[in-house]
């Protein structure tokens, strides 16, 4: 594996987890004056996890 994947699945995974944090425990999050609905995270957390998931998938075959 390439260092650059290994940094991007980790970086790409710690996001996603980041996003379940906030669904199991629901934290306050706002942007210029308005917060920022739950269901973004669920988008994030689908994004985010698939996007590494995809990427470690891609790097055990290309060997």
């Known amino acids: 594996m390439k260092p650059f ?28 004056g308005g917060e920022v609905p739950q269901w973004i ?5 689908i994004v985010a996890g698939g996007l590494s998931f995809m990427l470690w998938r891609e790097s055990r075959t290309s060997a």
């Open 5 to 32: 994947t290994n940094l991007a699945i980790v970086v790409l995974g710690i996001v996603a987890l980041a996003h379940l944090y906030r669904l199991v425990r629901p934290i306050e999050i706002m942007v210029a």
């Open 41 to 45: 995270s669920v988008v994030g957390l």
